[in-house]
């Protein structure tokens, strides 16, 4: 591998996925980290996309890309961790006992606004997008690492991520590392188990942890007086909205609050709620200091506090964190970056505080009898039902109210759908958030549409929604 080289990752939670990254960064080749749900015709997609010409992934994986191989003549380089290789592949134990003690620097060593890494966005709308970072990318982290997770030196920190996401180097890497804190690595597969890891946060006393709000949702959901929190002193969660019930649930069994920020794979934290901040349930805090934020309206004005605009950063001048655009495909970078804007196509608003309340992806709001309903807040107030597991709101054809709000709903165990618990429901969601914006269709289903990043594909149901409702 050379400077400027494409290079897959198909790793798991474990240190060899450090090492690639830090080898790969230290020659100038670009890491691409992969989730490990990639079948082969994603490989096969992703592979001939990029122009990647290695894939260092696990044995357990490796049949895929064996699988793949014909269909990708750039792929030259393969690398296999455990087990034998195949003809054709090397085997990453002996790279590594081949290796040099040492690798000093050369003259054309990487840096500053060479390309550091990529990283495929996770495709809720269209196809994955490559989003290219430079070598400025991880200083940015810095404020994640010190500032929201709040890592002291000596600390031990816990993000709950998969490696083949922007989210394991915001949580398990450079932040981290900057701050002085050590990152824990639990490499789980299959299923995941809330009391596991309460285990894990215990035994190995945790002291700062990130996850989504849906894992928060399910420890909330066992007696945590079972275990022994004592040690962990900050939380902080991203990735979706965070419920109010959830928020408090957390912070009546630890004493402690959770921070929510907020973020994309294009850029580094832009919004948060920090440790100095009283936290709201539900907002995703204020502007991150370096990120000059905007909530503009389809006309590219200012919106007024309390009306819903796109979230959209200043980039007449540099920004640190910000994505350099999507590699190789200049026309969709230039489609969300004019006009000396940065445009996240994500919704929020503003209350009188100047804390910002996301709304969803400008895609996913419903415009019902002249309100504009964010589907996050819908589903916020339905996931507080106890029937409710995960919900996902979306917008149906209706002629006399244009769109009406529909719910897809996963139900708890011991639950059923019917006339009775949907009419349960929907007054539930009256009583928690304002009426005009309780579903009036309640679909059940055994499981909602996800990417492979775990994030729920509204687009998905929202075409399945067509055909039946035209």
Not at 281 to 293: A, E, H, Q, R
Request: charged share 25%; aromatic share 10%; net charge negative.
């Amino acid at each position: 591998m050379k400077k400027g080289d494409r290079v897959m990752l198909i790793l798991y939670r474990r240190v060899e996925y450090w090492t690639a990254m830090l080898a790969l960064h230290r020659i100038g080749a670009l890491p691409i980290p992969s989730p490990s749900l990639l079948t082969t015709k994603d490989i096969v997609s992703r592979v001939n996309y990029a122009k990647i010409s290695c894939v260092i992934c696990e044995d357990t994986l490796a049949d895929r890309v064996e699988a793949a191989r014909d269909e990708c003549p750039g792929l030259k380089t393969l690398v296999q961790l455990d087990g034998e290789p195949a003809e054709g592949w090397e085997s990453y134990a002996s790279v590594m006992a081949d290796g040099a003690p040492d690798f000093p620097r050369g003259q054309d060593a990487p840096g500053g606004n060479d390309p550091m890494v990529i990283f495929f966005s996770s495709g809720t709308t269209g196809l994955p997008k490559m989003v290219l970072h430079r070598f400025d990318y991880p200083v940015s982290h810095f404020t994640t690492g010190a500032h929201w997770h709040d890592i002291e030196p000596g600390d031990l920190h816990l993000t709950l991520s998969d490696t083949g996401w922007a989210k394991s180097v915001w949580g398990k890497f450079y932040g981290q590392w900057m701050a002085g804190g050590a990152v824990f690595v639990w490499d789980f597969r299959g299923k995941f188990e809330p009391g596991q890891l309460l285990d894990i946060i215990s035994e190995h006393k945790i002291t700062t942890f990130c996850a989504p709000p849906t894992v928060y949702r399910f420890l909330v959901r066992e007696d945590l007086s079972g275990w022994d929190l004592s040690n962990l002193r900050h939380c902080t969660t991203a990735g979706e909205l965070l419920n109010e019930s959830v928020f408090l649930g957390w912070k009546e069994a630890t004493g402690l609050p959770i921070y929510e920020g907020y973020g994309q794979t294009e850029t580094t934290l832009q919004i948060a709620t920090f440790k100095f901040m009283e936290p709201k349930p539900g907002s995703i805090g204020k502007p991150v200091p370096g990120w000059d934020i905007a909530l503009l309206d389809e006309t590219g004005a200012p919106v007024p506090k309390g009306e819903e605009g796109e979230i959209c950063i200043r980039i007449d001048k540099p920004v640190l964190g910000l994505f350099e655009g999507y590699m190789d495909e200049p026309e969709k970078t230039a489609s969300v970056k004019f006009d000396g804007w940065y445009h996240t196509g994500d919704k929020a608003w503003e209350d009188e505080d100047g804390f910002l309340w996301f709304m969803g992806r400008t895609d996913d709001l419903i415009k019902s009898s002249g309100y504009r309903i964010g589907p996050f807040e819908v589903e916020s107030a339905l996931i507080t039902h106890e029937a409710v597991v995960e919900a996902a709101v979306t917008g149906v054809p209706d002629p006399v109210r244009g769109m009406a709000v529909k719910a897809t709903v996963v139900l708890a165990a011991g639950f059923e759908g019917s006339d009775d618990l949907t009419k349960s429901i929907q007054a539930h969601v009256k009583s928690v958030t304002a009426p005009y914006k309780y579903p009036r269709i309640v679909e059940y289903v055994a499981e909602l549409p996800k990417t492979i990043s775990g994030k729920i594909k509204r687009k998905e149901i929202r075409e399945a929604d067509m055909k039946k409702y035209q």
